[in-house]
């Protein structure tokens, strides 16, 4: 990792996400490229919560992902496998990062 700038990946196979979930639960900051923050913020409220309400106050989160990983073009096929109109993109980005930054402590 030159610099500490590099993302962290998995080079396992399948079920890796799952192995990487409970060694977060074990041991979070072992051989983890991030410090580990506090813990979840007090005043947070848990996504669900938040994605439930009828009316939600939202602020724009402007990102470009890896062409390679063909993101738009597999929640495409998502919502038309699942028979879904609208796939608000937002909220799952919205579950995504919340679960991404809640595992480090943040």
Do not use: C
Not at 8 to 25: K, L, T, V
Not at 26 to 44: C, L, T
Not at 75 to 87: G, M, Q, S, T, V
Request: glycine letters at 8%; zero cysteines; a negative charge.
């Amino acid at each position: 990792m030159a610099g500490g700038t590099a993302f962290p990946i998995r080079n396992e196979g399948p079920g890796a996400h799952q192995e990487q979930d409970i060694r977060s639960q074990e041991a979070p900051s072992e051989g983890a490229p991030y410090a580990h923050g506090p813990g979840r913020p007090k005043d947070i409220p848990e996504v669900a919560v938040v994605l439930n309400q009828r009316i939600i106050a939202r602020e724009s989160l402007d990102s470009s992902v890896p062409a390679a990983l063909k993101l738009k073009k597999r929640i495409k096929r998502f919502a038309l496998d699942n028979e879904l109109d609208h796939l608000p993109i937002g909220d799952i980005v919205s579950v995504a990062l919340d679960e991404w930054l809640s595992a480090r402590g943040f």
